[in-house]
């Protein structure tokens, strides 16, 4: 069984059930919060968070910042927030950014996004440099709400997964950078690992 979960929390009992039957489970792009999966197939989270932050701080040495995280639920959005503030901590130190506002965008939205960078711009006087949102879709929604004060284009704008929509709009200069993730290779070594286990191979 692979499982692709929504919620790491929820799937557990997903593969209680798929255990008790002796059928073995890959965790797929996301992790469960389980003991009993066979296997965990994801993308190099770590590292994609690690550059993400790279690229703000690189672009943004000093400014507002403001922090759009994946849904709490998720695994990836937990590290990949690890890995940002690791990155940006000594500038935070150092008082050089200044983190004006941070949360969790609900299942990765782009309308949760768009309330957490209105509420931001609002309490700011619209002095942001920086949006540090950890995917695409939170990026949409980010800039939905720079275009609504004539900010687009102004601000640093991140994101990962390299959408259709997001490289449409990093082309029309709204979104700053994404990340591109090759899916082949994770569905491949998904299939591949799902055959050995259903064979009882290593």
């Given at each position: 069984?692979?499982?692709?979960?929504?919620?790491?929390?929820?799937?557990?009992?997903?593969?209680?059930?798929?255990?008790?039957?002796?059928?073995?489970?890959?965790?797929?792009?996301?992790?469960?919060?389980?003991?009993?999966?066979?296997?965990?197939?994801s993308?190099?989270?770590?590292?994609?968070?690690?550059?993400?932050?790279?690229?703000?701080?690189?672009?943004?040495?000093k400014?507002?910042?403001?922090?759009v995280?994946?849904?709490?639920?998720?695994?990836?959005?937990?590290?990949?927030k690890?890995?940002?503030?690791?990155?940006?901590?000594?500038?935070?130190?150092?008082?050089?950014i200044k983190?004006?506002?941070?949360?969790?965008?609900?299942?990765w939205?782009?309308?949760?996004?768009?309330?957490?960078?209105?509420?931001?711009?609002t309490?700011?006087?619209?002095?942001?440099?920086?949006?540090?949102?950890?995917?695409?879709?939170?990026?949409?929604?980010?800039?939905?709400?720079?275009?609504?004060?004539?900010?687009?284009?102004?601000?640093?704008?991140?994101?990962q997964?390299?959408?259709?929509?997001?490289?449409?709009?990093?082309?029309?200069?709204?979104?700053?950078?994404t990340?591109?993730?090759?899916?082949?290779?994770?569905?491949?070594?998904?299939?591949?690992?799902?055959?050995?286990?259903?064979?009882?191979?290593?």
């Amino acid at each position: 069984l692979v499982i692709a979960p929504t919620d790491a929390t929820q799937a557990a009992a997903m593969v209680e059930k798929a255990k008790a039957k002796g059928v073995p489970v890959i965790s797929y792009d996301r992790l469960i919060y389980s003991d009993k999966i066979d296997l965990y197939v994801s993308h190099q989270v770590p590292v994609i968070g690690k550059k993400i932050a790279e690229y703000a701080i690189q672009k943004v040495p000093k400014g507002n910042f403001v922090m759009v995280y994946g849904d709490a639920a998720d695994n990836n959005a937990v590290i990949l927030k690890d890995e940002m503030l690791k990155v940006l901590q000594p500038a935070i130190d150092k008082g050089d950014i200044k983190i004006v506002a941070d949360q969790n965008a609900v299942k990765w939205s782009a309308e949760s996004a768009l309330k957490i960078v209105e509420n931001a711009l609002t309490q700011n006087a619209d002095k942001i440099d920086c949006i540090v949102a950890s995917n695409d879709g939170t990026a949409g929604g980010a800039i939905s709400a720079l275009e609504k004060k004539g900010l687009a284009g102004k601000v640093i704008v991140t994101g990962q997964d390299a959408e259709k929509a997001a490289l449409q709009r990093i082309a029309e200069g709204k979104q700053s950078m994404t990340i591109y993730k090759p899916i082949i290779p994770l569905a491949e070594a998904a299939v591949d690992a799902a055959i050995k286990l259903a064979k009882k191979e290593a």
